[in-house]
């Protein structure tokens, strides 16, 4: 897979998980609550879901926000 994916984050989460609405839109559910640890448990979460290891996926905008931009390449 390659090309930009949509991401919103629910942070803090009980379950960790992926759900994928198509159109490359995702819910991804986090156990973590900093800015710094989610952006990183995402990129680890995404790349399990995807099958792509996680130095191919990037944050390409929303490091402060719940609604982020990544880029798969």
Not at 16 to 21: A, N, P, Y
Not at 30 to 59: A, C, W
């Amino acid at each position: 897979m390659r090309g930009e994916i949509i991401v919103r984050v629910r942070p803090g989460s009980d379950k960790v998980g992926v759900e994928d609405f198509g159109n490359s839109r995702y819910l991804v559910k986090t156990s973590s609550t900093l800015n710094s640890q989610i952006d990183l448990e995402i990129t680890e979460i995404l790349s399990h879901h995807l099958g792509v290891p996680p130095n191919r996926i990037k944050l390409k905008s929303g490091i402060d926000s719940q609604n982020k931009v990544f880029q798969v390449i």
